[in-house]
C-alpha cells in the first residue's frame, strides 16, 4: 500500500505541475490578460511551497515530495514572471488634477465619474 501511494503520489504532483500549463500558454497568448495575476497570491503560495521543501528535505527526508513541490514551484514562478512582467511594462493609470489616479477612484466618491459635473 505504501509503495501504491507513493507512486500516485509522485504521479499527482506532475499532474499537478502540468496542469498549470494551459494558464501558462494563456498568458503567454494573451498579454492583457496578465494584468489579472494576483503578485501576493502567487508569491503567497511559492513561499508555502518553498517551506514544503523545506520540510520535506529537513524533517521528512523526502526527496520526492520535495521534487513535487519543486515542480509546482517552477510552474508558480512562471505565472509570477508573467504578472510581474505585466506590472513593468503597464503605462501608469492617468493622473486627476487633484493627484489622483482616474483608475478606480470614481468609485471612492474622491472624483466624479467620466461625463458627470461635479457639483461644489
Known amino acids: 500500500m505504501e509503495q501504491l501511494l507513493t507512486v500516485l503520489y509522485g504521479a499527482s504532483g506532475i499532474a499537478a505541475s502540468a496542469l498549470y500549463i494551459p494558464q501558462i500558454i494563456r498568458y503567454h497568448r494573451d498579454p492583457g490578460s496578465r494584468a489579472s495575476i494576483s503578485l501576493l497570491a502567487w508569491g503567497g503560495w511559492i513561499v508555502i511551497a518553498a517551506v514544503t521543501i523545506a520540510y520535506a528535505l529537513y524533517v521528512v527526508k523526502s526527496t520526492l515530495i520535495a521534487a513535487v513541490a519543486g ?7 512562471t505565472v509570477l514572471a508573467y504578472g510581474v512582467r505585466a506590472r513593468m511594462r503597464a503605462p501608469a493609470p492617468p493622473m486627476h488634477a487633484s493627484g489622483a489616479h482616474l483608475r478606480g477612484a470614481a468609485h471612492l466618491g474622491k472624483i466624479p465619474p467620466q461625463g458627470k459635473a461635479s457639483v461644489l
Open 71 to 77: 515542480l509546482n514551484v517552477l510552474a508558480q514562478l
